[in-house]
């Protein structure tokens, strides 16, 4: 079993800065890869960006690409979305999810737990 907890969602103004946490417990945190995705009102849940256990390989979406980093401290049980340059149509429920065979993948039926969301409005 994973827990998840997302933080640090909020309000901000177009072209302005995030960074969201993701705290895990249960099993053992640097033996699986974790994901970003979100959803936006009425749109289905898309793919953000994804970290291997070790940190050493990532994957993001075109739409947040030299934007957005996803890192990972494995000492503190978290997974982190710095988030910069931030558009109104970033607005949407961040949820991170954990995949515990350790692939950096962008489709969402390949995690096996998530979080509960938190919320980021980007105002124009």
């Known amino acids: 079993q994973v827990q998840l907890v997302e933080s640090g969602g909020g309000l901000v103004r177009a072209g302005g800065s995030l960074r969201l946490s993701c705290a895990a417990s249960?099993?053992?945190?640097?033996?699986?890869?974790m994901g970003w995705f979100r959803q936006a009102p009425g749109k289905e849940r898309e793919f953000v960006a994804a970290?291997?256990?070790?940190?050493?390989?990532?994957n993001y979406a075109d739409s947040v690409k030299g934007r957005f980093t996803i890192s990972r401290d494995n000492a503190k049980n978290t997974v982190y979305l710095q988030m910069n340059s931030l558009k109104p149509e970033d607005t949407a429920v961040y949820y991170c999810?954990?995949?515990?065979?350790?692939?950096?993948?962008?489709?969402?039926?390949?995690?096996?737990?998530w979080g509960q969301g938190t919320q980021v409005t980007v105002s124009s």
């Open positions: 249960g099993r053992t945190f640097d033996s699986y890869a």
């Open positions: 999810a954990a995949d515990l065979n350790n692939y950096v993948r962008a489709h969402e039926r390949y995690y096996d737990y």
């Open positions: 970290i291997n256990w070790s940190g050493s390989r990532t």
